[in-house]
C-alpha cells in the first residue's frame, strides 16, 4: 500500500503551469518527491490549493474529498517560521495540541516525549524568541509529531542553517523517522545532504519530473561523480531567476519505515 499516491496532477494559475501532470506513489518504505512546482505541490498534497486535474490520495484518503481526515495524517514544517516566538516552547506545543482537539492527558506526556527527543525539555518554559535558529527549527518539527501522523512533510528545513546545526537536525530527524514509525517528505536545495540521506531522489524541472532514482543511480546515469553533478547535468547550468514554483528544486524520498 502507497502512503501517498499522485496521478496526473497538474495544477494551472492562470496561462502558468506550476504543475505538469505529474504522477508519483510513495509506498510506506520511502519519503516523496517533489521540485519545481514544490510549493504548489505541497499545498496541494496538505489541502491548502485543490488540483487543477488529477487525483490524490494520502493515507488512504482523498485530499479532496477527505480533508479533515487527511489533516490528521500529516505533520509540516514550513520553510518560513511559524512559530510564536511570544509564547514559550510549552506552550506553542500545548496550542497546537489543542488546535488538534487532543485531550490534556494524551498531549501532556506527548509533549514531553517529543521535547525530551529534540534536547529542548529544558528549555521548555522559554520563550521561543530566546531560541537560536536550530532550536526553532527542532521546536517546529516536534510540533509537527504531537499528534501522530503518518506523513511528516518538511519544506526545506535547514535552509539558512550553518553546517553544524543542519547536521544535528538530520541526526533529530532521522532518530524521529525511526522512533515514530513515519514517512519523511522533505525538500532541499542542499545536494549533499540529498546524498547523503535520501534513499530515493526525485528531480523535477519546470513542473515535471525529469529523473529519479537513488543517488547512486542518479549519478551512473549521468556519469557524475557528485548528486550535484548530476543535477546539474539533467537540469543545465544556467542561472534561473527565483521565480516561486516554476523554480527548479530537488526533492528526496528517503528512510524506510
Known amino acids: 500500500m502507497n502512503i501517498i499516491d499522485v496521478k496526473n496532477v497538474s495544477k494551472n494559475f492562470g496561462e502558468v503551469k506550476a504543475v505538469d501532470n505529474i504522477s508519483f506513489s510513495v509506498e510506506t518504505a520511502f519519503l516523496g518527491p517533489n521540485g519545481a512546482g514544490k510549493t504548489t505541490t505541497i499545498k496541494m498534497l496538505t489541502t ?19 480533508p479533515d481526515a487527511t489533516r490528521h495524517s500529516f505533520g509540516i514544517v514550513f520553510q518560513d517560521p511559524s512559530i510564536d516566538t511570544e509564547l514559550t516552547a510549552y506552550e506553542n506545543m500545548e496550542f497546537h495540541a489543542v488546535l488538534y482537539s487532543m485531550k490534556s492527558t494524551l498531549y501532556k506526556p506527548r509533549i514531553q516525549e517529543l521535547l525530551e527527543l529534540v534536547d529542548l525539555w529544558d528549555r521548555k518554559d522559554s520563550l521561543t524568541k530566546e531560541f537560536s535558529g536550530g532550536m526553532k527549527r527542532r521546536l517546529e518539527i516536534a510540533r509537527g509529531l504531537l499528534h501522530h501522523p503518518k506523513v511528516l512533510f518538511l519544506d526545506e528545513p535547514t535552509l539558512g542553517l550553518d553546517p553544524q546545526t543542519r547536521n544535528h537536525i538530520w ?79 530537488i526533492t528526496n524520498r528517503m528512510w524506510r519505515r
Do not use: W
Open 48 to 66: 491548502l490549493l485543490p488540483p487543477s486535474k488529477g487525483s490524490i490520495i494520502l493515507n488512504n484518503h482523498n485530499v479532496i474529498l477527505e
Open 171 to 249: 541526526s533529530y530527524i532521522q532518530n524521529l523517522n525511526k522512533k515514530e514509525n513515519l514517512t519523511v517528505f522533505f525538500t532541499t536545495h542542499y545536494m549533499e545532504e540529498a546524498d547523503k540521506v535520501a534513499d530515493t531522489v526525485c528531480i523535477i524541472d519546470h513542473g515535471k519530473i525529469i529523473a529519479n532514482g537513488t543517488p547512486n543511480e542518479l549519478k551512473q546515469k549521468t556519469n557524475s561523480k557528485t548528486l550535484e553533478d548530476a543535477f546539474l547535468a539533467l537540469t543545465g547550468k544556467n542561472i534561473r531567476e527565483d521565480s516561486g514554483d516554476n523554480q527548479m528544486k
